[in-house]
């Protein structure tokens, strides 16, 4: 059967729901991948549905930020999925374990291989631990040699987890529509940004797009659904739509004017995937796949989970505006570029490190400057030569790099491991310190460091460190190169910080004399 002509037909809902099951769970269910963009929604969710989650990640301060850090049903176990001994230490004593490991970002073009050694290790890891129940989060897509590489790779996962003995429950979706979702971003900036867009035929492939609201509502339910347990599942919203209706819908609720959409046989995945690093804040190493896998129709099969797991899903309409409500409101949970490994600060002591410092002394508290340096980047800017950095981001993308297109989630606050533009936040400890780490093209490691320290008389002094360790002769170019540079666009940036913040506590000041 087509997969085009497959109706989604929602069942009669169950007369009892997940919240309704009296069988009370004991042991604690583990969490991979819980600073990514899935598993940072989840795990509330199951803290909200009474579980006791143990979370296994890798950078424990990526997850200082979030409102649930701190529950006491939660626990945070520190390692890496690839270490087999910590893996298997923190999966004992656990009786569910969510697989939501990709290394799409993190591993690039080979992020199949990765994946696969990931999967086989976790599978014997569950095994010995003696885990009930596996649960993954994989992708729609009919099977064959037609099947991208992206959605190949997921299927494989699929398979090298159920190799071993313990069953495997796999919920499969197409496009996930939420604030922050890879898939969705792409979509989303090629709209906003291009009032007529030369594409691939793949704009004309069917899916059947899903609100990330119900993806979650899916995994939780599971999770005491016995008839899910060693079954594969297609979850999907109610329509079924091509990319190009979807990007139609996304410009009427955006309210923007109707884009011309003019597919072309002549744009290859490559291609593609350039095209989409240069208009979105997306890698071209994330986008290929991305790119590849839209050349599939994703359609659910089957019905079942619905069945199983009743609940109101949210058509493509309205998963789309609740998407842009939450990132208006400044309400995004979690994003792509949360994911990926925090590198360590460079090893300095490895070589000659080039350092540009200035310092700028503020009358105003120590924790409204901080706020101040926080609000960096994103639309926000960097208080002074914006034109400068805007260059620097086009330069950026063109060779590779994420540019300034990735923004910021929040525009006053920040948080450990978060993506800010082409920065990493590296250090964050208000309100004294903050250190960013260069994501941009760079011949070498780049460092931005903040510091505040007090002074008498209600002063603080605002100190900013670029330090940079050039690799070769081509990273002592680009150092003496961009230092001319630094005068004008960190000695405005630190007038501009005393400008924003100064006035308001002259203001305030004035006024208490005032009144007493």
Known sequence: MNPVEVAYKMTKPLERSVTDMTDERKKPVLVTGATGYIGGRLVPRLLKAGERVRCFVRSP???????????????????????SEALTAALKGCDVAYYLVHSMVSSGPSYRLRDRELATLFAKASADAEIERIIYLGGLGETGPELSAHLSSRREVEELLAEGPVPVTVLRAAMIVGSGSASFEILRYLVERLPVMVTPLWVRTPCQPIAVRDVLHYLVACLREPATVGRTLDIGGPDIVTYEDFMRLVTEVRGLRKRLVLPVPLLTPRLS?????????????????????LKNPVICREDEAARLMPTKLL??????????AHTERHEVESSWSDSGPMP?????????????????TIRAPAKDVFAAVCRIGGGHGYYAADFLWKLRGA???LVGGPGLRRGRKDPERVAYGEA???WRVTLHEPPRRIALRAEMKVPGEALLEFDIDDLKDGQVRLTQRASFLPKGLSGLLYWWAVK?????????MLQGIRTEVEPGHEEQLIGSRGAS
């Open 61 to 83: 301060k990526k997850l200082a930020n979030r409102p649930w850090f701190g529950h006491p049903a939660l626990e945070i176990v520190e390692g890496d999925v690839a270490n």
């Open 273 to 293: 995937s350039l095209w989409i690093h240069l208009v979105t804040p997306l890698s071209h190493l994330i986008a290929r796949p991305l790119a590849e896998g």
């Open 315 to 324: 058509g493509a309409r309205e998963a789309v505006q609740e998407a842009f």
């Open 344 to 360: 360590g600060d460079p090893d300095w002591a490895g070589g000659h490190a080039y350092v540009d410092e200035w310092s700028i």
């Open 395 to 397: 330069m950026d993308r």
């Open 420 to 422: 800010l533009d082409f």
């Open 484 to 492: 001319p540079l630094h005068g004008i666009v960190f000695r405005g």
